[in-house]
């Protein structure tokens, strides 16, 4: 196709919503004539799905829950009172939560006031407040936020270090999210927290604030334990669509990020995608496109490339909102189908200098979404060279790489925003969220579970149930040394033979639990024994 | 296969090499019986090719270079007395240098001593010394470090704000690294640094020294302006295996790394890695591993998990150096091949509350890497439930995600190390290095060079180009309003109306150029005008 052709392409592919801020470029989509007419009836489908949704119908059926993170930013929308009371209650309580923080009057005991907040979480109890407050962060913030979102002992005392040399704990507010309020790494980074602030002689409840289900684990520990404050998690919000409630806000809002301007970018990108006019509506473009590009199979990987630092977890963020809810392995009426959607990427230019390579020359197995803004900085550029700023080559090498790499026949989507403010983050999230649904709906699946997450914890669940047993036996007979192999007959567990050799060897190379090991001719011969 | 088969497997699919600390788990790929007796020609013709190219061979054709970093940790190897005595000179000098930053004999003129320091570079320039830097972080580092890694004004702003809270321009050292010497988005950093310490009342050339090829651009500029000091990059170093060179080990040296320990792991690397007995070869294993997976054309994405957060860009690290050594178009014999290996991943088990739902039931598109760290941590743990700690759960949810996958069928490799030292990072770092030259020579390709990279760029310097010529006719007539399609014709560059569009809407949205717009009916009505 010459440039002149690509330029009609280009004017027809613009999806541009008027006042939005907001466009998707698809023109470096390949998709043939007649791609939209035909699936027309599919997307038009998925509307009306989307429609009894957010009218609060029972869209995750396994889970018999609704699915209404769509009435965050639209309370009046939501399916009754108490719903609609429960948003706007939590909303204006934590804003005054984060106002009385910032003001002082919810101070810590040993200190003037709290100067930073740790976020303890994971997933999409994590992810998000972690995309948020990189993206809108300023040196102008209210608090400094630190995160513990892994249950990696090595990096806890890592972030613990930095807030010692951020003001110390004295000055932290601790911020625990679990929905679930039984995530096993939220629970270890609380009680290792808790010990932090124990050791620090300072009282963990005073410094501590919990978002959770209602009468979950955590939230009867935090009212037994008289933390400061419990802010609410509902079973219609799912953890990775959770940016828009207190999981996301809460933390935002410490942070003195501007929470309205969030809800308010999300509302009006609602409102603008709720249309059903494919072309004009930017999240049913993006899902066709996506299905396009993939075969409606995923056959294609999404790149995602933002041009601009503080875009770089976005990357992550959609990784785990698309990979979750459209990896699945059955659809709705029960078919196998593996579906998926895999996504990665950091950011541009830098990404260019690691693997455009591979994209441009290699294995043509993705399509990219460049993510652009055109504002380039707050201030003013100097010129890096006459009449050109770094924010010009910036640009250019965005428009440089789709161009190179559609010269080649690899596809691009555009995202492009104004610049980065709390209204473009509340725009994105709501634009992604909807993309998801909608895709789910054309290829059937249900876009709002996890089942596949369960195995591996329960798998997990056994090492943990396998690693008590052998500790009791090796500490029943202090005196004898086992190989894997012998200790495994000797709990009864010789089928578990692989993870009682893994426990040991994890055990051995710790100090905490005291297991000794004598090495053998072969890691297999190697010994072990309580000490 | 039963618990018991797989234990065999296991045993019998472990490469581990005594002393070296690091083991390959590779009994959850699927390979068949027979396969290593089927490819073992090709790896033989793979450890050939590598004993050649690690005696001088110009293993870079198309670039006739040379390709010497395993000379970096072995000096003896170099194939001549000149690059053995610069590797030994240049080790020595860095050291000294940074030995002289930390005792404050090399001071900042304003300021006791450095305390900072801020790496400007990108790619093969950046991601080493920012997967170090965080992999080996502690609180008793002596320095302080910050990256520019991109020409994103708002991050560089963003980047200069946090120094600012940290002691300020004054107290910190700026090391420039480009191996060119003109990458465009190093010299803009470069350039936005200097202005930042122009503002601060300071001298740049005092604070400033430059990784940089002999009479490059850059080397040059810092001669000119007399910086410092210039450490050297040589012509046989490529940049994604540039980090046991200057590139990384300057920047290790002033955090206070141990920089000899880093050359001593990936000594010891190398050389178990150089024995050409297949399945005692752990590069071997790998690269073999890789290619069964994704059928010898990188059919299947690579998943990189390491289990502990400092080693969170590892497999960013890794991106780098597997996409663009292996993403290529053609073979050795120029036949057209799109070779290739997608990587993505970030960390363990915070991934899995992001896609392992799709990794276990979603599109099988991928084999996982799990990389396991032995050691939970450097003191000792309290126990998060009786006889159980934090770091227990982490090994456990490894084995439980590693068995949650291989239930359903999909692959994965497991990669153990004792400990995260500067030992085992060099050896990680040789592994892969290696790995990566016998993949390359299994497919037939040339790893050691990036054809690809320089189509987008030179799109870039095309669109900077078209800017001047678009701000020219605007200034040249101030009373006049264009819209893109009427300007791209007065510039004389009608089929690049296009770019004009991207370009016109990018300098409206920034102060910088006094370019106003007009909004029309439709985005391609809005005209534009200088002010």
Same mark, same amino acid.
């Given at each position: 196709?010459?440039?002149?052709?690509?330029?009609?392409?280009?004017?027809?592919?613009?999806?541009?919503?008027?006042?939005?801020?907001?466009?998707?470029?698809?023109?470096?989509?390949?998709?043939?004539?007649?791609?939209?007419?035909?699936?027309?009836?599919?997307?038009?489908?998925?509307?009306?799905?989307?429609?009894?949704?957010?009218?609060?119908?029972?869209?995750?059926?396994?889970?018999?829950?609704?699915?209404?993170?769509?009435?965050?930013?639209?309370?009046?929308?939501?399916?009754?009172?108490?719903?609609?009371?429960?948003?706007?209650?939590?909303?204006?309580?934590?804003?005054?939560?984060?106002?009385?923080?910032?003001?002082?009057?919810?101070?810590?005991?040993?200190?003037?006031?709290?100067?930073?907040?740790?976020?303890?979480?994971?997933?999409?109890?994590?992810?998000?407040?972690?995309?948020?407050?990189?993206?809108?962060?300023?040196?102008?913030?209210?608090?400094?936020?630190?995160?513990?979102?892994?249950?990696?002992?090595?990096?806890?005392?890592?972030?613990?270090?930095?807030?010692?040399?951020?003001?110390?704990?004295?000055?932290?507010?601790?911020?625990?999210?679990?929905?679930?309020?039984?995530?096993?790494?939220?629970?270890?980074?609380?009680?290792?927290?808790?010990?932090?602030?124990?050791?620090?002689?300072?009282?963990?409840?005073?410094?501590?604030?919990?978002?959770?289900?209602?009468?979950?684990?955590?939230?009867?520990?935090?009212?037994?334990?008289?933390?400061?404050?419990?802010?609410?998690?509902?079973?219609?919000?799912?953890?990775?669509?959770?940016?828009?409630?207190?999981?996301?806000?809460?933390?935002?809002?410490?942070? *003195?990020?501007?929470?309205?301007?969030?809800?308010?970018?999300?509302?009006?990108?609602?409102?603008?995608?709720?249309?059903?006019?494919?072309?004009?509506?930017?999240?049913?473009?993006?899902?066709?496109?996506?299905?396009?590009?993939?075969?409606?199979?995923?056959?294609? &990987?999404?790149?995602?490339?933002?041009?601009?630092?503080?875009?770089?977890?976005?990357?992550?963020?959609?990784?785990?909102?698309?990979?979750?809810?459209?990896?699945?392995?059955? &659809?709705?009426?029960?078919?196998?189908?593996?579906?998926?959607?895999?996504?990665?990427?950091?950011?541009?230019?830098?990404?260019?200098?690691?693997?455009?390579?591979?994209?441009?020359?290699?294995?043509?197995?993705?399509?990219?979404?460049?993510?652009?803004?055109?504002?380039?900085?707050?201030?003013?550029?100097?010129?890096?060279?006459?009449?050109?700023?770094?924010?010009?080559?910036?640009?250019?090498?965005?428009?440089?790489?789709?161009?190179?790499?559609?010269?080649?026949?690899?596809?691009?989507?555009?995202?492009?925003?104004?610049?980065?403010?709390?209204?473009?983050?509340?725009?994105?999230?709501?634009?992604?969220?909807?993309?998801?649904?909608?895709?789910?709906?054309?290829?059937?699946?249900?876009?709002?579970?996890?089942? *596949?997450?369960?195995?591996?914890?329960?798998?997990?669940?056994?090492?943990?149930?396998?690693?008590?047993?052998?500790?009791?036996?090796?500490?029943?007979?202090?005196?004898?040394?086992?190989?894997?192999?012998?200790?495994?007959?000797?709990?009864?567990?010789?089928?578990?033979?692989?993870?009682?050799?893994?426990?040991?060897?994890?055990?051995?190379?710790?100090?905490?639990?005291?297991?000794?090991?004598?090495?053998?001719?072969?890691?297999?011969?190697?010994?072990?024994?309580?000490?």
């Amino acid at each position: 196709m010459d440039s002149l052709a690509l330029w009609n392409r280009y004017r027809e592919c613009l999806c541009e919503c008027p006042g939005l801020g907001v466009s998707v470029d698809y023109s470096r989509i390949w998709f043939p004539d007649g791609f939209f007419e035909s699936m027309e009836p599919a997307i038009q489908r998925a509307f009306r799905q989307m429609a009894e949704l957010e009218a609060g119908a029972v869209a995750n059926p396994d889970e018999k829950r609704m699915v209404g993170h769509y009435w965050l930013r639209a309370p009046e929308r939501a399916p009754d009172d108490a719903i609609r009371k429960a948003i706007e209650t939590a909303l204006r309580e934590l804003k005054r939560f984060a106002r009385n923080v910032h003001s002082g009057r919810i101070r810590p005991p040993r200190a003037r006031k709290f100067e930073n907040f740790l976020v303890i979480g994971i997933g999409g109890s994590s992810l998000g407040p972690q995309f948020v407050s990189r993206a809108l962060w300023s040196p102008r913030d209210r608090m400094r936020a630190f995160f513990f979102d892994n249950t990696d002992p090595d990096g806890m005392d890592a972030v613990l270090a930095q807030i010692g040399q951020s003001g110390g704990l004295a000055r932290t507010l601790v911020v625990v999210i679990s929905k679930s309020g039984g995530t096993k790494e939220t629970r270890n980074g609380m009680l290792e927290a808790e010990l932090a602030f124990k050791r620090a002689g300072l009282s963990f409840a005073r410094h501590a604030v919990a978002v959770t289900g209602d009468a979950s684990e955590l939230d009867r520990h935090a009212r037994a334990a008289g933390w400061l404050q419990i802010f609410p998690m509902w079973d219609w919000v799912g953890g990775r669509t959770s940016e828009l409630a207190a999981v996301g806000l809460l933390p935002a809002a410490l942070q *003195g990020l501007d929470v309205d301007g969030m809800l308010l970018g999300a509302r009006y990108m609602d409102e603008a995608t709720r249309v059903p006019v494919t072309r004009k509506n930017p999240a049913a473009v993006l899902a066709l496109m996506w299905h396009h590009a993939g075969a409606g199979r995923g056959a294609k &990987d999404m790149v995602v490339l933002p041009y601009k630092d503080r875009l770089e977890l976005f990357s992550r963020y959609l990784q785990q909102l698309v990979m979750e809810s459209l990896g699945k392995e059955h &659809d709705l009426e029960g078919k196998v189908v593996e579906q998926g959607l895999a996504v990665y990427g950091n950011k541009g230019s830098t990404d260019q200098h690691a693997y455009v390579q591979q994209l441009r020359d290699g294995v043509n197995n993705f399509f990219v979404t460049f993510l652009e803004v055109l504002r380039d900085r707050h201030g003013r550029s100097s010129q890096v060279e006459p009449g050109v700023t770094s924010g010009d080559y910036l640009s250019g090498f965005l428009q440089g790489t789709r161009r190179a790499l559609a010269d080649k026949g690899r596809e691009s989507l555009t995202v492009t925003v104004d610049h980065v403010d709390a209204m473009t983050i509340g725009r994105l999230i709501a634009l992604y969220e909807r993309a998801v649904g909608l895709y789910a709906s054309l290829v059937g699946i249900n876009a709002y579970h996890q089942p *596949g997450v369960e195995a591996g914890k329960k798998a997990a669940a056994a090492v943990i149930g396998l690693q008590h047993k052998i500790l009791q036996r090796l500490r029943t007979e202090r005196a004898k040394s086992f190989t894997s192999e012998e200790l495994a007959v000797a709990i009864g567990e010789p089928a578990e033979v692989e993870t009682v050799h893994w426990v040991l060897r994890h055990l051995a190379a710790n100090p905490d639990h005291r297991v000794k090991t004598r090495p053998g001719k072969t890691p297999f011969l190697t010994t072990y024994s309580a000490s």
